[in-house]
């Protein structure tokens, strides 16, 4: 029997709907959900895009306890190719490192205080050209994440920003799965997750960092080729 001792959102996105569950062969139990939301079934400035709709990448869920944890399937880890790492950078303001870019990609980002109460916030840009990106930012002090696509090519999306609370650690780890116009954000080992769509052209491939106060920065990046 199980008793509610507290609820939350499955998913902290602003896309992720309907999801449906299965169970693997080898007894995983498999989570897949719809990238889209009621607001942007309206939107119709898609450019030259002919599709609309995408589905989640597949997670699998487990529970610890007493949370439902979710991560993407090892599966995925078959498409990875072309490694990039940066290793105990210290920031403190802009960063972009050259060889750190790409739109289809699994990255794995670790983020610590240089020091006690060293780091007000972080953001990560991703998708970014000139004019357009989609950005994560963590904020110490209150530990939240928020995830904003309000610079991007979806300005008639009344939702255009979400927000998580984070635990309360002295790393924050995240895993970002970044498609072409999606983006799966994994925080904290599947402790929460953040789904969201942006329209950005393909050709926007720049990442970057941005902190304030002095942060420790870890990084691994691979291009997905499917």
């Known amino acids: 029997k199980f008793i509610?001792?507290?609820?939350?959102?499955?998913?902290?996105?602003?896309?992720?709907?309907?999801?449906?569950?299965v169970k693997a062969p080898d007894g995983k139990i498999i989570l897949i959900g719809w990238m889209?939301?009621?607001?942007?079934?309206?939107l119709t400035d898609r450019g030259n895009r002919n599709?609309?709709?995408q589905m989640s990448i597949p997670r699998e869920l487990s529970l610890k306890n007493g949370k439902l944890v979710q991560n993407?399937?090892?599966?995925?880890?078959?498409?990875?190719?072309?490694?990039?790492?940066?290793?105990d950078v210290n920031i403190d303001?802009?960063?972009s490192p050259e060889n750190l870019q790409g739109r289809i990609i699994d990255m794995e980002v670790t983020i610590r205080p240089k020091e006690e109460k060293?780091?007000?916030?972080?953001?990560?840009n991703l998708a970014q050209s000139e004019k357009y990106k989609i950005s994560l930012e963590y904020k110490a002090n209150?530990?939240?994440l928020t995830f904003d696509r309000c610079n991007t090519e979806m300005r008639n999306a009344v939702c255009s920003q979400s927000v998580c609370k984070v635990s309360d650690l002295q790393e924050l780890k995240l895993r970002i799965l970044l498609d072409t116009y999606s983006a799966e954000v994994f925080v904290n080992d599947g402790q929460q997750v953040m789904t969201n769509t942006f329209y950005i052209e393909p050709s926007a491939k720049k990442i970057s960092?941005?902190?304030?106060?002095?942060?420790?920065?870890?990084?691994?990046?691979?291009?997905?080729h499917f």
Request: proline share 1%.
């Open 4 to 21: 509610t001792e507290y609820n939350e959102a499955v998913d902290s996105g602003i896309d992720f709907y309907a999801s449906q569950t």
């Open 51 to 53: 599709w609309f709709g």
């Open 142 to 144: 209150n530990h939240t």
């Open 36 to 42: 889209q939301n009621w607001d942007t079934c309206n």
């Open 209 to 224: 960092f941005n902190s304030v106060g002095s942060a420790v920065v870890n990084s691994t990046k691979y291009d997905l």
């Open 93 to 95: 303001g802009e960063y």
């Open 118 to 124: 060293s780091l007000h916030s972080f953001t990560i």
């Open 72 to 87: 993407p399937i090892k599966e995925i880890e078959a498409y990875r190719i072309s490694k990039t790492s940066i290793n």
